[in-house]
């Protein structure tokens, strides 16, 4: 009976171990990798599909994508490199540049510093082997913004896998990750395009994209 | 060199028919499992987490959530049992029980019939065998309720990951499905419980319920 008991503390003791140790930690994505995304407003001002590289060691994001805004469609194709503090608007069909100065540090896309553990659940199901994704969630704050957000990253691989923000100006941004691969196959996406070359830096009210979530706002 | 080119062209046929073979079809949720689902409108006037218990042998469905409805807060319990024709809402609080009439026949999980292959995304990676789950999105049109639809299943196991619905009463209607487990694990779910025995049948007018996706419309 008492042997029943220790064992008992011993599984007790082990499961409170095995929570503490596994429970998520906030994480960063991987520092090399492609993506793609889909971003979608409340207020349904902005609807827009697209397709991201991403560099951590170099700090560049390259993101180009197509949607409506206003009701009106666009296509965007930006390059950010954080480290020279330049972003640069590619128009390919007139072969055109606009050179803008980035005003902020480079930011991993990761869990945000402060974000608080919300839940794992699982995408699919775990009781068979292949159809199941384990997901953390987030949550934090933007006091900045008058707003909150809610983050999800795979358990494994740490990818992100959707955004959902509010803030007082846009309402509900939702973003949704996918068909990510790890690498990118083309390095030379992060090199700006020869007809860049002359672009003067302009004045700019973009400047202030601090990371990959802030384009979306 | 007319090697090289028999191969190249066997390559093709092969990959042809490879792509004809595996365009994703419309599919079933597997006949019994639970699962959770967190549901949220674009007017906000909605936002529910729930868990349910589904099965498709004997048409049964028991979903039991809670969340906010026009900023007041609400908990629902409720038991479809689509052979008899009724359904119970279920008061444990105070062990009473609301006996309706379930006015349509029951409509599994499933893609929709006649919805379009939309496409076929990797939420996580792909690049590493662990963090990736393979999702087929599909759409269609909702006539009657001057609407349309965007459901995700998993290409392996056929199980809901996220439905987004706009109709013309209530907007935007997004609905996440996770925590999915094959089988369930107490069948009692599906028994009314014994302070429902004596309920009459009441007229009602929420007995239009057809479908897991109709509860949330």
Not at 82 to 90: L, R, T
């Amino acid at each position: 009976m008492q042997a029943m008991f220790w064992i008992a503390v011993g599984a007790m003791c082990l499961a409170t171990g095995f929570s503490m140790a596994q429970k998520p930690q906030p994480c960063q994505a991987p520092p090399l990798y492609t993506g793609e995304v889909t971003v979608g407003t409340q207020n349904e001002q902005l609807w827009a599909v697209g397709k991201y590289a991403y560099d951590a060691f170099n700090q560049r994001i390259h993101l180009g994508e197509m949607g409506t805004f206003n009701n009106a469609s666009f296509t965007y194709n930006a390059l950010m490199l954080f480290q020279e503090g330049v972003m640069y608007e590619i128009y390919h069909h007139n072969k055109t540049c606009v050179k803008k100065a980035l005003q902020s540090d480079f930011h991993p896309m990761e869990v945000p510093k402060g974000a608080g553990f919300l839940n794992q659940v699982v995408l699919g199901t775990s009781s068979s082997s292949g159809p199941g994704l384990l997901v953390n969630n987030w949550w934090g704050d933007m006091p900045d913004k008058q707003g909150n957000y809610m983050v999800s990253f795979t358990e494994f691989g740490c990818l992100p896998v959707s955004t959902l923000s509010k803030t007082k100006n846009m309402g509900w941004v939702s973003v949704s990750y996918y068909n990510n691969v790890l690498g990118v196959e083309d390095p030379d996406v992060f090199i700006p395009p020869p007809f860049c070359k002359d672009a003067k830096l302009e004045a700019n009210e973009d400047g202030k994209v601090t990371d990959f979530f802030s384009l979306f706002h």
